[in-house]
């Protein structure tokens, strides 16, 4: 039905116009970050990639926003005393993937660069001005892959910070919840920068959250369109 379909668009459209707004609000950024480099766009006139904005944003944390968090996260588990000690694990487990999880992203970018593994295969492509059975079927192989890397390194990442999260509500707040507890030096933990690491501490939180929300969000608006 075209007005179901029309609908849906405007749905959309709606949804992605208000992620804009608190990508702006949040982070400062005017447009919806993508990859670097995108190859499939001057291939054949262009063909789909169905995790395009879930890539984009997860590039864009990656090569802005995670260095920031490491530092913070490193430091809890390194020189934070903790009164559970099976939260330095829970919390080594989740930073574990939290880098995995960026890592992928950023060597997928890499690939799909014009000398990449993948970015080489779609030059090589772009040049032959022919659209082949074969070179089609090493297209969709290479898109499938890429897609389910975008969709694994995002629920890794959302997965990640949701554990970190209950890490940072029993260090944090005063209300606690289950098996999380403070650190014993949250008050002495880096020596004089203690009071800007703790604010640093909430800083980091806040950003890791509504990065695992804009994630969330961004999903179901990468789903191919109907």
Known sequence: CIFDSRWNS?????????????????????????????????????????????????????????????YVLNTIVLEGIFLNKENRTELSEAVNDFVDANQQILSLAD?????????????????????????????????????????????????????????????LDDEKTGDYESLQNLMTIKGRENHEFRDKMTEIRSVLNISRSILADIEPLDLPRE
């Open 10 to 70: 405007w749905l959309r459209d709606r949804k992605k116009s208000q992620l804009a707004a608190v990508l702006q609000r949040t982070f400062g950024i005017d447009s919806f970050p993508e990859l670097p480099d995108r190859p499939w766009t001057r291939l054949w006139g262009g063909i789909p990639f169905n995790c395009e904005m879930t890539a984009g944003f997860l590039w864009w944390f990656a090569a802005n926003k995670f260095n920031d968090a490491m």
């Open 111 to 171: 690939s799909l660069s014009e000398n990449g593994s993948i970015g080489s295969v779609f030059e090589k492509l772009i040049n032959e001005h022919v659209r082949t059975l074969k070179g089609q079927q090493n297209v969709d192989s290479i898109m499938i892959n890429s897609e389910s890397s975008v969709r694994f390194s995002g629920q890794l990442f959302c997965s990640a910070t949701r554990t970190i999260e209950k890490i940072f509500h029993g260090i």
